[in-house]
Every structure is written in structure tokens, then in C-alpha cells.
């Protein structure tokens, strides 16, 4: 990512993060688990809610989604990211309010 093009991504997970802490609260009332199909669910929560922003490029938010590069499970079990070092933005950042708000 071009320096340049910082501010919009920035802007971007500026306004990810209310939402995710909502979208996460919401679900965080149940306490349930974060398990890999409910943190996929969120995540398509939170790109939904960030696409319908009128200053936000689609570009931008797509740089938060997790990618077909990682080969993410779809499933009801835990979401256990083991020693990656390599998580989709949008991911880490449910995963960490998911477990803050705990």
C-alpha cells in the first residue's frame, strides 16, 4: 500500500471499529463461543455496514476482508489462529473486541 493511500484505509478501520463493537456486543449477549461461522458472519456484518458509508472506497474495505489466500475453516469450532502471524484485518479485529468484551 502507496503511504499516500493511508488515510483512506485508516478511515476505513476508523469507522470498522463502532461497528464491530456493536455487531460483536450483539452477539457477545448470547455467550456463545467465537466459533469460525459466527466470526465469518460478523465479518460480513461489519463489510455490509462499511459498504453502505458514502466516503469509503470498496477498495479500502476490501483491504480488511479475509482474503481466498488463507484457507480459513467455516465450521462451528473455536477460532484458534494458532501461531499465525498473517490474519485478515477485519478478523483480528472481531477476534480482539470478541474476547475484550468478554
Known amino acids: 500500500m ?4 493511508m488515510p483512506e484505509f ?4 476508523t469507522q470498522a471499529e463502532p461497528i464491530i463493537i456493536a455487531i460483536v456486543a450483539r452477539h457477545r449477549a448470547d455467550d456463545l463461543p467465537l466459533t469460525w461461522r459466527l466470526l465469518h458472519a460478523m465479518e460480513s456484518e461489519v463489510l455490509a455496514e462499511l459498504s453502505r458509508a458514502d466516503d469509503l472506497q470498496p477498495a479500502y474495505i476490501n ?5 481466498g489466500v488463507f484457507n480459513y475453516p467455516l465450521n462451528d469450532e473455536p477460532v484458534d489462529f494458532g501461531k499465525s ?3 485478515a484485518c477485519a478478523f483480528s479485529m472481531i477476534y480482539e473486541a470478541y474476547h475484550r468484551l468478554h
Open 2 to 5: 502507496h503511504p499516500d493511500n
Open 10 to 13: 485508516n478511515a476505513v478501520i
Open 63 to 67: 483491504l480488511i476482508r479475509h482474503s
Open 85 to 87: 502471524g498473517a490474519i
